[in-house]
């Protein structure tokens, strides 16, 4: 059982920058691939980004590229997304997700854990 606590959410101005986190319990963390979603108003949840166990293959939706970087440290068992040049539609609740494999998914139904998600408002 893994569970996953998200934080660093809040309201920033357009052209801004978060650093969301996302840190697990257990020892095993190091063993699972890691993923960030997020969730709008009225929308399906979407794939944002994610990173294999060891950190060195990862993945981007196409609208997350170049402006966001996941990244992990298995030492602390936390998983990172930092968020550069901020836009009204990356509005959301960010969720970060586990799966039990060494590689990562885009797809949110291939994860087997999920954080209670943060709140990300960006205002125009």
């Known amino acids: 059982q893994v569970q996953l606590v998200e934080s660093g959410g809040g309201l920033v101005q357009a052209g801004g920058s978060l650093r969301l986190s996302c840190t697990a319990s257990g020892r095993t963390f190091s063993t699972y691939a890691m993923g960030w979603f997020r969730q709008a108003p009225g929308k399906e949840r979407e794939f944002v980004a994610a990173?294999?166990?060891?950190?060195?293959?990862?993945n981007y939706a196409d609208s997350a590229k170049g402006r966001f970087t996941i990244s992990r440290d298995n030492v602390k068992n936390t998983v990172y997304l930092q968020m550069n040049s901020l836009k009204p539609e990356d509005t959301a609740v960010y969720y970060c997700a586990a799966r039990s494999a060494r590689h990562a998914s885009m797809s949110p139904a291939e994860y087997d854990y999920w954080g209670q998600g943060t709140q990300v408002t960006v205002s125009s």
């Open positions: 990173i294999n166990w060891l950190g060195y293959t990862t």
